[in-house]
């Protein structure tokens, strides 16, 4: 069977385009569409109250469904108008600013129907936050296409799961519309619509997808860019997220691969301890590690992560008994969360009761010994901040010295230290002030990685636990 005919074998798929102005990308993304999509599908333009050509252009298009509101109703409650008047057995969520390419539509639907567990399946592309960022190497549309089309070869071994999916170009299943509903209109004129939309479909049970083998060009927020509240806009938004679910929609985003990087390859059993959302988790077991355990404080955050992760307990990382016997776990995770423990030697010594011999521990812990806080203290400061080496969630603080002696006493081995630097030109200037004045005062901790420490944030440390 010739694959056009195959393509046109496969359900409706309703095409859902809010729009509102912005008339000369709204005409390339559907003539890209009617360019580049085989199966059969039905376009739906939801128009909020455009001033400009773009509702007479629509009305004058035959082959498109309108939906013509008379005024700005926002993005959220135009996604839903379309869903309403779908006939699709699953719907597109597209922005007008966004350009489809070869492969687009049948690279999605494969993926979506791969699993009926995916509720959700969603395209890379050149400007979208989170994982789905992928650079294209094109300077033009025409480029643009070349690339895409080589890009766009059907290859499941480049989908991976993920906590968020953003609603630029978003493939939804029917059945999860039918269940969950549309997307939430208090979120008026739109951001964070996409995000509260994605953690109803993850608590449903259903899965987020990212198509790897599927790129799109995105323009990205060609009308948020004239909206002079759009600023306002945004921070109301992240407000109203985290009155409704009380977690930070940005625990979605740490998926923490630098991490993921210092985890052996062949980590069986991981336990990430102080997991938040399971992005790191998640992260793990795209790699292929097949179970993976959470420890989370916060209830909210873990209830979320159990829907990624193999199991989550939720209480203090320090005092909790696992369901399962010593030397389970062949590595551990602590990313930035030994800072926030009471007594982090205690809680390293009992949940490394949990870890093999030989097998390892990864953390990443904030340098208090940066140039930064040398700088404050020397001005008579120990200001605590709502993020950064003294965020004011802090309870321990670290220089490199003290992270080996605690290291040590737990029982564990330091094989790998890594840094994250940063320092302005005047820090820089301060570090080398105090280098010579250490060495003309013979301080010992003052020694030739003096300057290395002043500029660290951040440590990265890998140990194995000592038999």
Same mark, same amino acid.
């Given at each position: ?55 007479? &252009? ?17 993005? *959220? ?13 699953? #719907? ?34 050149? #400007? ?29 071994? !480049? ?5 968020? $999916?953003?609603? #630029? ?8 519309? &039918? ?13 964070? +619509? ?10 449903? @049970? ?31 938004? $992240?407000?109203? #997220? ?6 930070? =929609? ?6 923490? %691969? ?5 985890? *052996? ?15 790191? /988790? ?5 790699? @292929? ?6 420890? +989370? ?20 990382? /320090?005092?909790?008994?696992? =369901?399962? =016997? *010593? ?16 007594? =982090? ?33 020397? &001005? ?25 002696? $605690? ?7 330091? %094989? ?16 080398? &002030? ?13 020694? *030739? ?5 002043? !500029? ?12």
């Amino acid at each position: 069977m010739k694959p056009e005919v195959a393509a046109m074998l496969q359900p409706l798929t309703s095409i859902i385009i809010p729009v509102y102005n912005q008339w000369a990308y709204t005409r390339q993304c559907i003539d890209s569409i009617r360019r580049f999509t085989l199966c059969p599908y039905e376009l739906i333009v939801v128009d909020n109250g455009s001033s400009d050509e773009t509702t007479s &252009e629509l009305r004058a298009d035959g082959e498109v469904k309108l939906i013509a509101n008379p005024a700005n109703f926002g993005f *959220p409650k135009a996604c839903n108008q379309g869903m309403a008047a779908a006939r699709g057995e699953q #719907f597109v969520i597209l922005n007008n600013d966004v350009v489809v390419s070869h492969n687009w539509l049948d690279n999605l639907l494969n993926c979506l129907h791969s699993d009926p567990s995916h509720g959700a399946v969603g395209p890379v592309s050149n #400007f979208v936050s989170g994982v789905q960022l992928h650079p294209g190497s094109y300077t033009s549309m025409e480029e643009m296409q070349q690339f895409a089309r080589e890009h766009n070869q059907p290859n499941p071994s !480049k989908w991976f799961y993920t906590l968020r $999916l953003v609603g #630029f170009c978003l493939l939804i299943r029917r059945s999860v519309y &039918e269940e969950l509903g549309g997307f939430d209109e208090d979120f008026g004129r739109g951001n964070f +619509e996409d995000d509260d939309y994605c953690l109803r479909i993850r608590r449903a @049970g259903r899965r987020l997808v990212v198509a790897g083998d599927t790129f799109v060009h995105h323009y990205g927020s060609v009308s948020q860019r004239v909206d002079p509240d759009y600023g306002d806009l945004l921070q109301a938004n $992240l407000q109203r #997220f985290l009155s409704k679910w009380g977690i930070n =929609p940005q625990y979605s985003l740490w998926t923490r %691969e630098d991490l993921a990087e210092l985890v *052996p390859p062949d980590a069986a059993r991981v336990l990430d301890v102080g997991c938040a959302c399971g992005g790191l /988790g998640l992260t793990l077991k795209n790699r @292929g590690v097949g179970h993976v355990a959470g420890i +989370e404080y916060d209830e909210r955050a873990a209830i979320d992560a159990r829907t990624v992760l193999d199991e989550v307990w939720i209480g203090d990382a /320090g005092a909790l008994k696992l =369901p399962h =016997p *010593p030397g389970w776990f062949d590595t551990l995770v602590f990313a930035d969360v030994l800072e926030h423990l009471a007594d =982090p030697l205690a809680a390293l010594r009992h949940l490394t009761s949990y870890l093999k011999p030989g097998g390892r521990v990864v953390a990443s812990i904030p340098n208090v010994g940066h140039a930064s806080v040398l700088k404050g203290l020397l &001005e008579g400061c120990w200001t605590y901040q709502e993020s950064g080496i003294l965020d004011r969630t802090h309870l321990r603080f670290f220089t490199l010295l003290e992270i080996a002696r $605690l290291f040590e006493q737990a029982g564990l081995h330091i %094989e790998f230290i890594g840094m994250v630097q940063d320092a302005a030109p005047d820090l820089d200037m301060l570090c080398e &002030e105090l280098e010579h004045l250490g060495a003309k005062l013979g301080l010992q901790s003052f020694g *030739p990685d003096f300057g290395d420490r002043c !500029k660290t944030v951040q440590y990265y440390i890998r140990a194995a636990k000592v038999s």
